[in-house]
């Protein structure tokens, strides 16, 4: 009686739960529309786009990151599979087969990664499953870009040491607005014979189904033991904090929404980084079970209409194994409205050499042989130094923010250069100065005040002495320009847009003041 009374209690809950989300749900077309030729029994063969490979090519752009500069054919060799790409690259971690292979080289596949709208941005280490979904639409495969509506209302446990708060209806969506926006940025084909991206949201599956459903049609595949034996369920088990029902079930709903893409649209591949390897298996083990056909029961030469594939990309990582794509500030975020094109450009700026090729290799789409030749340079006596980080820096800034956001990035940087003469505006100051501290100061303790007074009031120097002695000694910048005269009295002209200034004490440590 008390296993009928929890399971009518679950039954409930989750009754409840299906109907808001099924209210709150946006359908499939408000992104990506579903053909009308869909039928109920094999929805999926309308909408592959699977074909022979004839000319597709797979394409490595240069520094205009234009897909026709470089092209690598895949029939001319199978060196030159999308496996074989992304190995070359350090895009590749695990694979659930070989066979990827020589399917990829056999048609057009659709991809899936999955992005989960935990924040309305997306970050640098997003990043990677945005490029590896790319090089697949370079090699002439379809890139599907999975919204976590559902899955984001439960968390990922993988990696986590306690439970994610709980995100509001309204805040879910609009960060899966904002990411839809980036992630349509960032795969739209750069060459127009490429596959158009996909971009779709589990809520529109998991929405309207009830929990009867979902326990006796999918939860009935899944194992306990195989489950609760994942790492990231393991650890979390054995941790203070535990892991609830509700992210224990995340791979089972990870898994099924792979079920549900293989059956209704014809999706063969998921990627994923490393530590997703386990939700792949999950995946394809799970679509194995729910729609393979046992060995005994295929035709001679008969395939698998359902086979599917995994695979994973390694983390993020500096050589010293700390993670890339964190700044002190926090994540390097991907949209504009979190992180100022200047400060993302700046963060790709101070990779260490030891890193720069690597990161060339994984972040853009340089071809191989220009980054090994980048690489040779900087060996070279006549190198000059931070070449290769502006390089990388103008690669990823271009890819993520586009030119118009690399040439901010560039005229920032160069409005900030010591001694520059080039007119700095109160955006680009606030913009490049986000990491620096700040001190906010009235006019009168501006305006018609010496300097040396203000570097104290600022904090930046101990005393109206140490002041004028750094003055005299050509140790201080306001905006940029160098003042030598230690009795040197502000104004109005010295303000930027009458509301902020920038002071330099040395080369590193800077303030902006703010005028209240």
């Given at each position: 009686?008390?296993?009928?009374?929890?399971?009518?209690?679950?039954?409930?809950?989750?009754?409840?739960?299906?109907?808001?989300?099924?209210?709150?749900?946006?359908?499939?077309?408000?992104?990506?529309?579903?053909?009308?030729?869909?039928?109920?029994?094999?929805?999926?063969?309308?909408?592959?786009?699977?074909?022979?490979?004839?000319?597709?090519?797979?394409?490595?752009?240069?520094?205009?990151?234009?897909?026709?500069?470089?092209?690598?054919?895949i029939q001319d060799s199978s060196s030159n599979n999308i496996v074989h790409v992304l190995r070359s690259?350090?895009?590749?971690?695990?694979?659930?087969?070989?066979?990827?292979?020589?399917?990829?080289?056999?048609?057009?596949?659709?991809?899936?990664?999955?992005?989960?709208?935990?924040?309305?941005?997306?970050?640098?280490?997003?990043?990677?499953?945005?490029?590896?979904?790319?090089?697949?639409?370079?090699?002439?495969?379809?890139?599907?870009?999975?919204?976590?509506?559902?899955?984001?209302?439960?968390?990922?446990?993988?990696?986590?040491?306690?439970?994610?708060?709980?995100?509001?209806?309204?805040?879910?969506?609009?960060?899966?607005?904002?990411?839809?926006?980036?992630?349509?940025?960032?795969?739209?084909?750069?060459?127009?014979?490429?596959?158009?991206?996909?971009?779709?949201?589990?809520?529109?599956?998991?929405?309207?189904?009830?929990?009867?459903?979902?326990?006796?049609?999918?939860?009935?595949?899944?194992?306990?033991?195989?489950?609760?034996?994942?790492?990231?369920?393991?650890?979390?088990?054995?941790?203070?904090?535990?892991?609830?029902?509700?992210?224990?079930?995340?791979?089972?709903?990870?898994?099924?929404?792979?079920?549900?893409?293989?059956?209704?649209?014809?999706?063969?591949?998921?990627?994923?980084?490393?530590?997703?390897?386990?939700?792949?298996?999950?995946?394809?083990?799970?679509?194995?079970?729910?729609?393979?056909?046992?060995?005994?029961?295929?035709?001679?030469?008969?395939?698998?209409?359902?086979?599917?594939?995994?695979?994973?990309?390694?983390?993020?990582?500096?050589?010293?194994?700390?993670?890339?794509?964190?700044?002190?500030?926090?994540?390097?975020?991907?949209?504009?409205?979190?992180?100022?094109?200047?400060?993302?450009?700046?963060?790709?700026?101070?990779?260490?050499?030891?890193?720069?090729?690597?990161?060339?290799?994984?972040?853009?789409?340089?071809?191989?042989?220009?980054?090994?030749?980048?690489?040779?340079?900087?060996?070279?006596?006549?190198?000059?130094?931070?070449?290769?980080?502006?390089?990388?820096?103008?690669?990823?800034?271009?890819?993520?923010?586009?030119?118009?956001?690399?040439?901010?990035?560039?005229?920032?940087?160069?409005?900030?250069?010591?001694?520059?003469?080039?007119?700095?505006?109160?955006?680009?100051?606030?913009?490049?100065?986000?990491?620096?501290?700040?001190?906010?100061?009235?006019?009168?303790?501006?305006?018609?005040q010496p300097l040396a007074d203000i570097l104290v009031a600022a904090g930046m120097q101990p005393s109206?002495?140490?002041?004028?002695?750094?003055?005299?000694?050509?140790?201080?910048?306001?905006?940029?320009?160098?003042?030598?005269?230690?009795?040197?009295?502000?104004?109005?002209?010295?303000?930027?847009?009458?509301?902020?200034?920038?002071?330099?004490?040395?080369?590193?440590?800077?303030?902006?003041?703010?005028?209240?």
């Open positions: 009686m008390q296993l009928g009374s929890n399971l009518g209690k679950l039954r409930i809950l989750w009754t409840q739960q299906s109907r808001a989300m099924t209210i709150r749900s946006r359908r499939s077309s408000d992104i990506i529309p579903l053909p009308s030729s869909f039928s109920s029994h094999r929805r999926h063969a309308s909408y592959s786009t699977a074909r022979p490979f004839t000319s597709t090519t797979c394409n490595a752009a240069t520094s205009t990151q234009q897909a026709e500069n470089t092209e690598i054919n690259r350090g895009l590749l971690q695990e694979i659930t087969s070989p066979e990827l292979e020589a399917a990829a080289a056999r048609e057009s596949l659709l991809v899936y990664c999955g992005f989960d709208p935990t924040a309305d941005s997306l970050h640098l280490g997003n990043l990677l499953g945005i490029i590896v979904l790319s090089w697949f639409q370079r090699c002439g495969h379809r890139p599907v870009a999975l919204l976590g509506g559902a899955t984001g209302r439960v968390g990922d446990p993988s990696g986590k040491s306690a439970e994610r708060p709980v995100l509001s209806e309204a805040l879910i969506e609009a960060n899966i607005s904002a990411i839809e926006r980036t992630l349509r940025h960032l795969l739209t084909p750069p060459s127009k014979n490429l596959p158009e991206p996909m971009i779709v949201n589990n809520l529109d599956w998991f929405g309207p189904m009830p929990l009867l459903t979902f326990l006796r049609d999918i939860g009935k595949y899944a194992r306990v033991g195989t489950m609760i034996a994942k790492e990231s369920v393991r650890k979390r088990m054995e941790s203070e904090s535990g892991i609830s029902y509700t992210e224990f079930t995340y791979q089972l709903l990870q898994g099924y929404d792979f079920v549900h893409m293989a059956r209704e649209m014809g999706v063969k591949v998921q990627v994923g980084g490393s530590d997703q390897w386990g939700n792949i298996i999950a995946g394809t083990d799970l679509v194995r079970r729910m729609l393979g056909k046992e060995d005994g029961d295929y035709n001679n030469g008969e395939e698998d209409q359902y086979q599917c594939f995994g695979l994973t990309f390694p983390l993020l990582l500096k050589s010293d194994g700390s993670k890339f794509g964190k700044s002190e500030g926090g994540a390097v975020w991907l949209s504009p409205e979190k992180l100022s094109a200047y400060e993302f450009y700046q963060f790709l700026l101070k990779t260490t050499d030891a890193d720069v090729p690597k990161f060339l290799k994984m972040l853009t789409f340089l071809p191989l042989e220009e980054i090994d030749a980048i690489e040779q340079s900087m060996k070279a006596a006549e190198y000059v130094p931070n070449a290769a980080q502006k390089r990388l820096a103008e690669e990823v800034t271009r890819f993520v923010r586009g030119e118009e956001g690399l040439a901010q990035a560039l005229n920032a940087t160069a409005a900030l250069a010591p001694g520059s003469s080039a007119k700095l505006d109160a955006a680009t100051l606030e913009a490049a100065a986000a990491d620096a501290p700040s001190a906010v100061l009235s006019r009168d303790q501006i305006i018609g109206k002495a140490a002041g004028r002695r750094m003055i005299k000694g050509g140790g201080i910048r306001v905006n940029n320009m160098k003042i030598e005269d230690e009795g040197h009295v502000l104004s109005e002209g010295d303000l930027i847009e009458g509301r902020l200034m920038l002071l330099a004490a040395g080369k590193k440590n800077k303030t902006l003041v703010k005028i209240e």
